[in-house]
Structure formats: structure tokens, C-alpha cells
């Protein structure tokens, strides 16, 4: 099965926490802390797989996690950082952030792209001695990993590929031209998904050719198959156009070119304009001389070129005609990520409180974040803690949303009762 399209979670490992340690050794005294900082969080990376042509690996597993770092130890020993994790994807796959719809990478090239970035390991006690604390017990949390949903979108990386209406012979003429075996017959959408096939040229020289199933009147706005794969043409550098030049399904040929233009163009307005060979397909069974002048009439002035998929007659033709126009075209588009929105800066302001049965609830990313830095069972940790509360205006704050004395006041898992 061909899957084009995949959302996934995926979440960066968590940076290990640092250490709260003392130095302890026979004839040493006051050996000072020695706390050893925490393992940095796994990253996920992506990277384009050359044997993987389809998402469908990911229809039944949609949720990917780094390894967690480890926290610090004694001796000044730091943490092992968490396992990074690789996924594997199509060449030619499009991430995108999910909520936002921001293009984040195009996986076309071998190298790994960095999607998530693990979380960094906290400090361990050594980085907080100073001379007039000596003994400091406590240490910094790990932060948290990277974690969103993105949308994954293949768009295949071909050089040339082949359009047209069904039955005119694009997956006949496929297989002619490549190794490629698509499946054959003659009734309308035999073809349900691309297929790619290598042409070989002369020599060393070839260029991939793609076979685009499902175009027909209506395709950019849904009808037939044409519009979950007109998105694949974006990428080919070339458009081989397959017209039955001898109207074997009652279609006039002239009609079908303007139709499938048409449909390029409501897709996306360039490939109407992008270079395009005429194969006029069919000519073993053309009956009317004149259908071939017509035609090449109405497309002028693109080349046509007569061509019998069943006979192979003019293949060859079609084949080094369109080797010579792809020297003359661009590399294939790669398409460049936006970048990533300057994170909102987490404050104090962001604190809120709300009273609720029986208690006050006061949270914020700000809190949440001072509070995983902050050992509650050392005193001169809670010290500091309840100095931020008030340097950052935190009781003003509770006291003017009308806690008083007395009052259960819960954050982040501490319940305790308030005092002015």
C-alpha cells in the first residue's frame, strides 16, 4: 500500500537531574560538594532511507521518544547522556509542524536533520559553591526535551514525470523505458499509486521517471486520484505528456492536453508552465493521419513526439529527447524550512491563581521550572526558593487575589498553609 501522508508525536529525552554530593575520603576533611552534573536528553533525528518509498511504516506506530539522560553522581561523575533516536523516511519527505503548519525540513539529502533537541542535564551541587556557601544542598533539575506533532508529507524526487489521462498508456510506457513493473490492464485507474523507474540512456547517464496515476477533469479539487498525488509532479524537472493520439476512448486528444493542463495550473501555477514533451501515444491503432498534425498544431511549440508503448516505435526518440531537455533544466526543487518563532520568554507574569474548593492553586511555566531546581528537604534551598517568591512579586500577586493567612495554598505537588 502506498501511504503519502503520517502524523506522528514524537518527544526528545529529558536532560538527567544533577547531583546533591559530598566529598567523603579517609584523612580529607571538608572535602566539599562534589555533585556531578546530568546526562544531556537524547535527540531525534530524521534521515532520508533510499530503500523506503512509501509512510505506511508509520501508519501503526505514530509516537517516537529519545532515551532520558541520566542523573549525575558522586566524584564529580556526570550523567550518560539518553539514546538519540533515528527515523527513517522516504527520500523527498516534508516534515511539518502540526499545530502550526510550519515547514520544519526537507529530508532530500543523506545527512541527518536534527528534529528535536534533547533536554540539557541540570547542574550538579559543585557549581554552586562560593565562599560564603560552602555546603550548598541542592542542585539544578534537567529540562525537558522537545515534544510536538508533525505532519509528514512525501513528495517523490523524480526527474521526469508522466502525466496525462487514464489508460493513455503511462504505466505501458514505464515499463518500456525502466525496469519498473507496474501493474497493466486496460480499464480507467489500473493505477492506484506513483511508481518510479530508473531509465537508463547511454552508458552512465540516466534520470528517474515517475508515473502519476489518477489525472483527470476535476483532480485539483478532489475527483479521481488526481488530487492526493498531483503533488508529486512539484518536485520532476521535466512532464512527459501522454495523450492518445488515437482517441481509442472516444476523447478528442487536443481536449485531453488542455484538460490535464488546466488541473496543473488550479494545483499550483508554475506547472502548467514547467517544460513539457508531447507523447503522442497509440499511433499502432491511429486510424486518422490528420489527428497527428492537429495535435501538434494545438501544443505548438512543444515537441511532440509519435510514440507506440506497445510497439516501443519512437520510445528510444522520447527517451534521448528527454535526456537532452533535462540537461537544460534546474536541479530538482528543494524546498527551504521557515524558521522556528523566538520562544515565548518564560516570567513571573506568566503566574496565575485561582481559588478552588477549599485551597489556592498558583502555577506558571516560570514556577514550574524554578521549582524543579528546588530541594525542599534542604532549608537553605526552601530559603531561596521563598526568596524568589517575593523578589518576583508572587505573594504581592497571592495576597492581591485574596489569600490570607491561614490559607492552603498548593503548587506544583507543595500543599503547605500560608504566612504572612
Given at each position: 500500500?502506498?501511504?503519502?501522508?503520517?502524523?506522528?508525536h514524537?518527544?526528545?529525552?529529558?536532560?538527567?537531574?544533577?547531583?546533591?554530593?559530598?566529598?567523603?575520603?579517609?584523612?580529607?576533611?571538608?572535602?566539599?560538594?562534589?555533585?556531578?552534573?546530568?546526562?544531556?536528553?537524547?535527540?531525534?533525528?530524521?534521515?532520508?532511507?533510499?530503500?523506503?518509498?512509501?509512510?505506511?511504516?508509520?501508519?501503526n506506530?505514530r509516537?517516537?521518544?529519545?532515551?532520558?539522560?541520566?542523573?549525575?553522581?558522586?566524584?564529580?561523575?556526570?550523567?550518560?547522556?539518553?539514546?538519540?533516536?533515528?527515523?527513517?523516511?522516504?527520500?523527498?519527505?516534508?516534515?511539518?509542524?502540526?499545530?502550526?503548519?510550519?515547514?520544519?525540513?526537507?529530508?532530500?539529502?543523506?545527512?541527518?536533520?536534527l528534529?528535536?533537541?534533547?533536554?540539557?542535564?541540570?547542574?550538579?551541587?559543585?557549581?554552586?559553591?562560593?565562599?560564603?556557601?560552602?555546603?550548598?544542598?541542592?542542585?539544578?533539575?534537567?529540562?525537558?526535551?522537545?515534544?510536538?506533532?508533525?505532519?509528514?508529507?512525501?513528495?517523490l524526487?523524480?526527474?521526469?514525470?508522466?502525466?496525462?489521462?487514464?489508460?493513455?498508456?503511462?504505466?505501458?510506457?514505464?515499463?518500456?523505458?525502466?525496469?519498473?513493473?507496474?501493474?497493466i490492464d486496460?480499464?480507467?485507474?489500473?493505477?492506484?499509486?506513483?511508481?518510479?523507474?530508473?531509465?537508463?540512456?547511454?552508458?552512465?547517464?540516466?534520470?528517474?521517471?515517475?508515473?502519476?496515476p489518477?489525472?483527470?477533469?476535476?483532480?485539483?479539487?478532489?475527483?479521481?486520484?488526481?488530487?492526493?498525488?498531483?503533488?508529486?509532479?512539484?518536485?520532476?524537472?521535466?512532464?512527459?505528456?501522454?495523450?492518445?493520439?488515437?482517441?481509442?476512448?472516444?476523447?478528442?486528444?487536443?481536449?485531453d492536453?488542455?484538460v490535464?493542463?488546466?488541473?496543473?495550473?488550479?494545483?499550483?501555477?508554475?506547472?502548467?508552465?514547467?517544460?513539457?514533451?508531447?507523447?503522442?501515444?497509440?499511433?499502432?491503432?491511429?486510424?486518422?493521419?490528420?489527428?497527428?498534425?492537429?495535435?501538434?498544431?494545438?501544443?505548438?511549440?512543444?515537441?511532440?513526439?509519435?510514440i507506440?508503448?506497445?510497439?516501443?516505435?519512437?520510445?528510444?526518440?522520447?527517451?534521448?529527447?528527454?535526456?537532452?531537455?533535462?540537461?537544460?533544466?534546474?536541479?530538482?526543487?528543494?524546498?527551504?524550512?521557515?524558521?522556528?518563532?523566538?520562544?515565548?520568554?518564560s516570567?513571573?507574569?506568566?503566574?496565575t491563581?485561582?481559588?478552588?474548593?477549599?485551597?489556592?492553586?498558583?502555577?506558571?511555566?516560570?514556577?514550574?521550572?524554578?521549582?524543579?531546581?528546588?530541594n525542599?528537604?534542604?532549608?537553605?534551598?526552601?530559603?531561596?526558593?521563598?526568596r524568589c517568591?517575593?523578589?518576583?512579586?508572587?505573594?504581592?500577586?497571592?495576597?492581591?487575589?485574596?489569600?490570607r493567612?491561614g490559607?492552603?495554598?498548593?503548587?506544583?505537588?507543595?500543599?503547605?498553609?500560608?504566612?504572612?
Amino acid at each position: 500500500m502506498f501511504v503519502d501522508q503520517a502524523v506522528i508525536h514524537i518527544r526528545a529525552g529529558r536532560g538527567g537531574d544533577g547531583a546533591v554530593a559530598f566529598h567523603r575520603e579517609k584523612y580529607v576533611a571538608s572535602g566539599g560538594p562534589d555533585g556531578g552534573d546530568g546526562g544531556r536528553g537524547g535527540s531525534i533525528y530524521v534521515q532520508a532511507d533510499a530503500h523506503m518509498s512509501t509512510l505506511l511504516g508509520l501508519r501503526n506506530k505514530r509516537k517516537f521518544a529519545a532515551g532520558d539522560g541520566e542523573p549525575g553522581g558522586g566524584k564529580n561523575c556526570s550523567g550518560k547522556g539518553g539514546k538519540d533516536f533515528l527515523l527513517r523516511v522516504p527520500r523527498g519527505t516534508l516534515v511539518y509542524d502540526a499545530q502550526t503548519g510550519r515547514l520544519m525540513a526537507d529530508i532530500s539529502g543523506a545527512e541527518p536533520v536534527l528534529l528535536a533537541r534533547g533536554g540539557r542535564g541540570g547542574w550538579g551541587n559543585q557549581h554552586f559553591a562560593s565562599s560564603t556557601r560552602q555546603a550548598p544542598r541542592f542542585a539544578k533539575a534537567g529540562l525537558p526535551g522537545q515534544e510536538f506533532s508533525c505532519r509528514l508529507e512525501l513528495k517523490l524526487l523524480a526527474d521526469v514525470g508522466l502525466i496525462g489521462f487514464p489508460n493513455v498508456g503511462k504505466s505501458s510506457l514505464l515499463s518500456v523505458i525502466s525496469a519498473a513493473r507496474p501493474k497493466i490492464d486496460n480499464y480507467h485507474f489500473t493505477t492506484l499509486q506513483p511508481n518510479l523507474g530508473v531509465v537508463a540512456v547511454d552508458g552512465e547517464k540516466s534520470f528517474v521517471c515517475a508515473d502519476i496515476p489518477g489525472l483527470i477533469e476535476g483532480a485539483s479539487r478532489g475527483s479521481g486520484l488526481g488530487h492526493a498525488f498531483l503533488r508529486h509532479i512539484e518536485r520532476c524537472r521535466l512532464l512527459i505528456h501522454v495523450v492518445d493520439v488515437a482517441g481509442t476512448e472516444d476523447r478528442d486528444p487536443c481536449d485531453d492536453f488542455d484538460v490535464i493542463n488546466a488541473e496543473l495550473r488550479a494545483h499550483l501555477p508554475e506547472l502548467a508552465l514547467r517544460e513539457q514533451i508531447v507523447a503522442a501515444n497509440k499511433t499502432d491503432a491511429l486510424s486518422d493521419p490528420e489527428a497527428l498534425e492537429r495535435l501538434k498544431a494545438h501544443v505548438a511549440p512543444r515537441l511532440v513526439v509519435p510514440i507506440s508503448a506497445a510497439t516501443t516505435a519512437g520510445v528510444r526518440e522520447l527517451v534521448l529527447k528527454a535526456y537532452t531537455r533535462l540537461l537544460d533544466q534546474p536541479p530538482i526543487a528543494v524546498f527551504t524550512p521557515e524558521p522556528a518563532p523566538e520562544p515565548a520568554p518564560s516570567s513571573p507574569g506568566d503566574t496565575t491563581v485561582t481559588r478552588e474548593d477549599g485551597f489556592w492553586r498558583v502555577e506558571g511555566e516560570w514556577l514550574y521550572a524554578l521549582m524543579g531546581n528546588i530541594n525542599f528537604s534542604d532549608y537553605e534551598s526552601k530559603m531561596y526558593f521563598d526568596r524568589c517568591l517575593r523578589k518576583y512579586g508572587v505573594f504581592e500577586l497571592m495576597e492581591n487575589a485574596g489569600v490570607r493567612d491561614g490559607d492552603t495554598v498548593y503548587m506544583y505537588g507543595l500543599s503547605y498553609e500560608y504566612a504572612v
